[in-house]
């Protein structure tokens, strides 16, 4: 039995305004029809007997819809539809595409127009004949500039070396700075159609300044609200982790390569007698190698998406809330968001765009 509703909203206008068209070729506008009954909950044998045809034809019509969309439904065995393209005309849609990297249908189908006079009347048959070409739509991911490859490897390699020769009074965490913007960030949700929803604006002038610290192994965080992120707060933070870990001889920190973190006052901190913190330095330019980096997305999931504080100090306590007690209390639902599974970002892989 076929499911009712596998029709877009776009795709169902379509079909109904060519349903009602009455300059529209009989034909076509009894597939239509066809389909509109479809989606609506009718059965094969129950659409066949309205429109006095028989079960496997109307089969076909959905079968053709569903492979080439509403360009597909259009196709007649006697010459096929105006909107069809010769294979050369195919191959230089697709050339063109991968030049010119297009961001929507609605600039295909204009260039289509445009080039060789055709016109797609449905979206759904855009995309079905730029998916049989091998076209998708991409979002490009975000790389780095002056990204090195062995860098990368060599920081993997001594990492995971550090983690199976790690003592039993020994601990691993990653460092980072975040500045989290006192702003509501709209994104999107299911609700009911007719509710129509809105989040209330903020100033987004006022920020939060945080250096913090996360164990991966279990969850546990060390974050200090600061009014500069500098060598200072740096040494703050330090000194908050060692504290949390008294009974420890040695703990292994992650942090990237700011300059505050290479100060002469931290470099004098480090070196006093009895200090039990051990600074590692993430490669340049790779933010993807500091998982505390992924932490902050979920914060901004969990703090900024769809929620807006009365106070940017209630909003402050939120986000501190969540990194103090939160992460470590909720462990299990975070650390797969949040964890060392690294990877090397190859730019050789990439179509880089400029």
């Given amino acids: 039995m076929i499911r009712a509703g596998f029709l877009s909203q776009v795709d169902r206008a379509d079909l109904i305004a060519l349903a009602r068209d009455g300059s529209v070729e009989h034909r076509l506008a009894r597939r239509a029809n066809a389909l509109v009954l479809l989606d609506a909950g009718w059965s094969f044998p129950k659409v066949a007997g309205a429109l006095l045809l028989d079960d496997g034809t109307i089969r076909g019509w959905h079968k053709m819809f569903l492979e080439g969309g509403l360009d597909g439904l259009m196709r007649f065995e006697a010459g096929g539809s105006a909107c069809q393209m010769s294979g050369t005309q195919q191959d230089k849609l697709k050339a063109w595409v991968a030049a010119a990297l297009p961001r929507s249908t609605r600039q295909i189908g204009a260039w289509i127009e445009n080039e060789f006079g055709l016109v797609y009347a449905g979206r759904s048959g855009l995309i079905a004949l730029l998916n049989r070409l091998g076209l998708e739509y991409h979002k490009p991911e975000i790389i780095p500039r002056k990204l090195d490859e062995e860098k990368q490897r060599a920081f993997i390699a001594a990492y995971e070396k550090l983690l199976n ?52 192994e279990t969850g546990q965080t060390r974050m200090i609200e600061v009014e500069t ?31 505050y973190h290479h100060a002469k006052l931290v470099r004098s901190w480090l070196e006093r007698p009895g ?68 990877r090397i970002i190859k730019p050789a892989d990439f179509r880089v765009m400029t």
């Fill in 229 to 259: 992120v500098d060598a200072a707060s740096t040494i703050r933070l330090l000194e908050s982790i060692e504290a949390f870990y008294p009974m420890l001889a040695l703990i292994h920190v992650f942090l990237d390569n700011a300059r």
């Fill in 275 to 342: 200090c039990r913190i051990r600074l590692h330095f993430i490669p340049s330019y790779c933010p993807h190698l500091n998982p505390i980096e992924r932490l902050w997305g979920v914060m901004h999931k969990q703090i900024t998406h769809n929620r807006c504080d009365a106070t940017c100090a209630q909003f402050a306590d939120a986000t501190l809330g969540f990194l103090r007690e939160n992460v470590p209390r909720n462990w299990a639902e975070f650390r797969d968001s949040v964890s060392d599974n690294f």
């Fill in 165 to 216: 020769s790690l003592g039993a009074d020994e601990a691993v965490l990653f460092a980072d700075a975040v500045h989290p913007t006192y702003a509501a960030r709209p994104a999107g949700c299911w609700a009911p159609k007719q509710h129509k929803l809105a989040i209330e604006q903020t100033s987004g002038r006022q920020r939060i300044n945080i250096h913090g610290a996360i164990d991966l």
